[in-house]
């Protein structure tokens, strides 16, 4: 099975500062997807941004982008010009062929932005 | 409306109860999952579903059962519950070959507590 591991259960940032937040994973597949979630307090689960595992070119979203390294299986997620409403916890997810394409996550990392 | 909802949205039970938890969404998606969260755990996988006909074994199904009464609806049976089954719920809805196939989309989650 596929193994998600976030390495910084929390980590804090100022306000309009960049913070990046880490992820290895563990596959043998080259064909799958990566995710990036949020769960604020109202505990819905965000989509923040994705990755195709075929594409070289990293995924951004507005402040939202990501370092993506396949060989080193490395995911990571920068958010820029943080905002409060950045706060939350953020997971990363893989989806491969496994499980009915069910995702496996991270533990999580929890953000908190400072004034 | 909520494209996946879920029913009820917060429980408090006791030890050998019965439970059930309910699924159901408007976006004609042929897979479903129940994932369940607990504190620095992420989720993990319980159940997922292809289609009514087809339901599969997560990562710790042990204590839980499902059902797809429908394409719109998959409910989570907790036969006899007990403390540790604690958490929060989240059912989650796919379609592989839609445009957005590797995306799921998740419910507003569900708080279980059992005493």
């Known amino acids: 099975a596929q193994t998600v591991t976030q390495s910084q259960p929390e980590m804090s940032v100022q306000e309009a500062e960049t913070v990046t937040l880490s992820c290895t994973y563990d596959?043998?597949?080259?064909?799958?997807?990566l995710f990036w979630y949020k769960q604020p307090p109202s505990r819905q689960m965000i989509l923040v941004i994705r990755?195709?595992?075929?594409?070289?070119q990293n995924a951004t979203e507005n402040r939202f982008s990501v370092n993506f390294q396949k060989a080193a299986k490395s995911f990571s997620l920068k958010i820029s010009d943080s905002q409060l409403g950045d706060a939350a916890m953020y997971f990363c997810?893989?989806?491969?062929?496994?499980?009915?394409?069910?995702?496996?996550f991270g533990k999580g990392t929890s953000l908190l932005v400072t004034p | 409306d909520a494209d996946v909802t879920q029913t009820p949205r917060n429980r408090i039970t006791k030890t050998g109860k019965r439970i059930m938890l309910e699924c159901s969404q408007t976006?004609?998606?042929?897979?479903m999952y129940w994932y369940r969260q607990d504190p620095g755990l992420g989720l993990r996988l319980i159940y997922y579903?292809?289609?009514?006909?087809?339901?599969n074994k997560g990562e710790i199904s042990d204590g839980y059962s499902v059902s797809r009464q429908a394409q719109a609806k998959f409910s989570l049976s907790l036969e006899s519950a007990i403390p540790n089954q604690t958490a929060l719920y989240f059912c989650?809805?796919?379609?592989?070959?839609?445009?957005?196939?590797?995306?799921?989309?998740f419910g507003p989650g569900t708080r279980l507590t059992v005493l």
């Open positions: 990755q195709e595992a075929y594409k070289q």
């Open positions: 976006k004609g998606h042929d897979r």
């Open positions: 579903s292809f289609d009514v006909k087809d339901i």
């Open positions: 997810a893989y989806r491969g062929s496994n499980s009915g394409y069910a995702l496996n």
């Open positions: 989650a809805t796919s379609a592989p070959l839609s445009p957005t196939g590797n995306e799921q989309f």
């Open positions: 596959t043998s597949e080259s064909d799958y997807y």
